[in-house]
């Protein structure tokens, strides 16, 4: 589902129209987003966890080429599952 359908579902199933939807949303993806980059994380029980991990440095590979480079340390987000939703996923 892309973000224009889920606001499109979202706008059915409410009495708001989709302009209001669409911003809750983007409201909703903001705070996410600053939680996760803030190293915060954001837990919503029974659905899953956002969070950002640290990779660390490492040699990297060119599988073209086969060139040996130096890959640089990052965060990346992550998410991981709750117990309720696996539980209906797997069901």
């Known amino acids: 589902m ?11 199933e409410s009495t708001l129209t989709k302009a209001e939807v669409k911003s809750c949303v983007d409201a909703i ?4 987003t600053d939680a996760i980059v803030s190293g915060e994380g954001v837990e919503v029980r029974g659905f899953g966890s956002f969070y950002r991990k640290h990779k660390k440095a490492r040699l990297g ?3 073209k080429t086969g060139e040996k480079t ?22």
Not at 29 to 32: D, R, S, V, Y
Not at 73 to 90: C, D, I, M, Q, T
Request: without cysteine.
């Open 70 to 91: 130096q890959v640089s340390a990052k965060y990346l987000p992550f998410f991981k599952p709750g117990k309720s939703l696996k539980e209906v996923v797997n069901n």
């Open 29 to 32: 993806i903001g705070a996410l």
């Open 61 to 63: 590979i060119n599988p």
């Open 2 to 12: 892309k973000k224009t359908e889920l606001i499109l579902n979202l706008s059915e």
